[in-house]
């Protein structure tokens, strides 16, 4: 019985197929063009796209922040906005923190 076992463990005899060959790599490489169309440059597309809203940002604009705030553009600058969000009421945000225009921020915030 455990000669069988140790049988089915040996290495393959000289003549026979010992692995090996392009089929493991075409493998891997269907595989990397697959996470690459379906996950990597969809990825990428949204993130160049979100980067030219970021710097297509300017005073007067309604956005809101990725947690939720809501404000009017006062300030840009290359990295730091500042938002209104009532009468005196301002705080400084890096600009990567904007999620995206508020076009009724009015109609919104009564509700």
Known sequence: MFAD????MAPPA???QAGGGLGP???MGVVFFIFYFLLIRPQQ???????????????????????G???KVVGVTD???????GEKIRIKMLKS???SRQ?????????
């Open 45 to 67: 597309k949204k993130l160049k796209e979100h980067n030219s809203f970021l710097d297509s940002i300017e005073k007067g604009d309604d956005v809101v922040t990725n947690g």
């Open 14 to 16: 000289e003549g026979g």
């Open 103 to 111: 076009k009724d921020m009015n109609n919104n915030s009564n509700s």
């Open 69 to 71: 705030i809501l404000g």
């Open 97 to 99: 923190a904007i999620a």
């Open 79 to 85: 990295k730091v906005i500042t938002l209104e969000m």
């Open 5 to 8: 076992i140790a049988y089915a």
């Open 25 to 27: 790599l075409i493998t």
